[in-house]
């Protein structure tokens, strides 16, 4: 059964810095390209950030592009999203999704940045 879990959100201040995680079951992380979205209220979901099935193509909405950065861990079967420099407007649900055949989504992780 697939299944994605993800982690590490929460408050925090302008120019301050998370990392979120998504812990995968069911399927490797390595098998398909995998993403991040966000939700933010009242708005449509976003692509933020994707990984290629290689792992060596990655992209980037503009705007995030230099502060935030997706990686992956094979071993621990986890996809990552590292945000830096957090803006106000970056406050979103994030969402991690698996590509291919059959996508899936988590349940989403809170991020707010507020001073």
């Known amino acids: 059964q697939v299944q994605l879990v993800e982690s590490g959100g929460g408050l925090v201040q302008p120019g301050g810095s998370l990392r979120l995680s998504c812990a995968a079951s069911g399927f490797t992380v390595s098998s398909v390209a995998m993403s991040w979205y966000r939700q933010a209220p009242g708005k449509e979901r976003e692509l933020v950030a994707a990984i290629s099935v290689t792992g060596s193509i990655t992209k980037y909405a503009d705007s995030v592009k230099g502060r935030f950065t997706i990686s992956r861990d094979k071993a621990a079967n986890t996809v990552y999203l590292q945000m830096n420099s957090l803006k106000p407007e970056d406050t979103a649900v994030y969402y991690c999704?698996?590509?291919?055949?059959?996508?899936?989504w988590g349940q989403g992780t809170q991020v707010a940045v507020s001073s």
């Open positions: 999704k698996r590509g291919g055949n059959s996508p899936s």
